[in-house]
């Protein structure tokens, strides 16, 4: 009985990691919650609980968890909690492409190892917070911390392209440099944002260092490498006509008015909210811009 309940059970989770539609469910899954630990870490970050656990692995000396700290406390352990959602994702979606096949029926290698790669970020992250945590709040690990979540929701942006079986565009050399250039200086543009983030005054804590550049000199560098990524984008979408140069000028657009918000607001959490969600949402619409258009088809591999 014991082991015919086993496989009933089996049965009706296979669905779950079996299939192309599986394999892209937790993709997606997995892409969408590591744009979205982004937004939770900002929140840490924007309402001074980045020291809430005041040590790592544990929150204090005495406790995992976060007693008689308050609700910085809380926020702080809310957000190393979600690592555990994460994982779960990772590992759902490695097991559902570790089953995906190819039409002669072989293992679809590329796919295991970007789920690996974009796995093994999650535990590297861990340790990246931890070490966030043992140097009261350092700039340039916390920038260092958006940075490979930048780069995991481009690892994840790739995998679900592959998974979905959407291959890239037939477009002429001038098309596949522009979109190159133009995720390029996106990610320059990010880079720029994080030192922004370290010499801005919401650093996660009332002590938190910051970086000590001029805000207002850094702040303008990040303004210019936006202005950089919308002409680069207009310019791919001028010689596409393809409607991912289309949502990447939308998305800047959207992100550059509501980072001069911010900025001319007086830095309200509540909008720099809205653009860390925007750092998100561009560098996995850039990203995709560049699998798509800047990726010769012959070559890629997908």
């Known amino acids: ?10 049965t009706r989770l296979a669905p779950l990691v079996h299939g192309r539609g599986a394999a892209a469910g937790w993709a997606i899954a997995s892409l969408v919650g590591n744009m979205g630990i982004i937004l939770t870490g900002a929140l840490v970050r924007l309402t001074k609980s980045g020291l809430g656990c ?8 005495e406790s995992i968890i976060p007693v008689g700290l308050g609700l910085h ?17 990772a590992i759902g979606t490695f097991v559902a492409v570790l089953r ?25 992250q861990g340790v990246i917070g931890g070490i966030t945590v043992l140097t009261k709040l350092n700039p340039y690990v916390v920038a260092m911390h958006m940075l490979v979540s930048v780069a995991l ?27 190159r250039i133009t995720f390029g200086l996106t990610m320059v543009s990010v880079v720029l944002g994080t030192l922004v983030t370290g010499s801005a005054p919401h650093g996660g804590d009332a002590d938190a260092i910051r970086t000590g550049f001029v805000l207002e000199v850094v702040a303008k560098l990040h303004a210019w490498s936006g202005w950089a990524v919308l002409i680069a984008g207009i310019v791919t979408l001028a010689l596409s006509r ?46 995709n811009l560049a699998f798509t258009l800047g990726v010769d088809p012959e070559v890629s591999g997908s």
């Open 100 to 124: 995906a096949r190819t039409a002669s029926g072989e293992k679809r290698r590329d796919l295991i190892a970007l789920s690996v790669a974009a796995g093994l970020g999650i535990p590297a």
């Open 54 to 61: 005041p040590t790592w692995p544990k929150c204090t000396d």
């Open 242 to 287: 393809h409607r991912t140069a289309w949502w990447l000028v939308i998305t800047v657009l959207g992100q550059a008015g509501i980072g001069y918000a911010q900025y001319f607001a007086g830095l309200p959490i509540w909008i720099i909210a809205l653009h860390i969600v925007g750092v998100a949402v561009v560098s996995a619409v850039s990203a």
């Open 153 to 179: 929701i481009v690892i994840l942006v790739l995998l679900v392209r592959r998974v979905r079986g959407l291959a890239p565009a037939d477009v002429d050399d001038r098309t596949r440099l522009a979109a």
């Open 73 to 89: 406390g809380a926020i702080e352990f809310g957000n190393r909690l979600l690592t555990f959602v994460l994982i779960a994702l």
């Open 1 to 10: 009985m014991d082991v015919m309940n086993r496989s009933g059970s089996s």
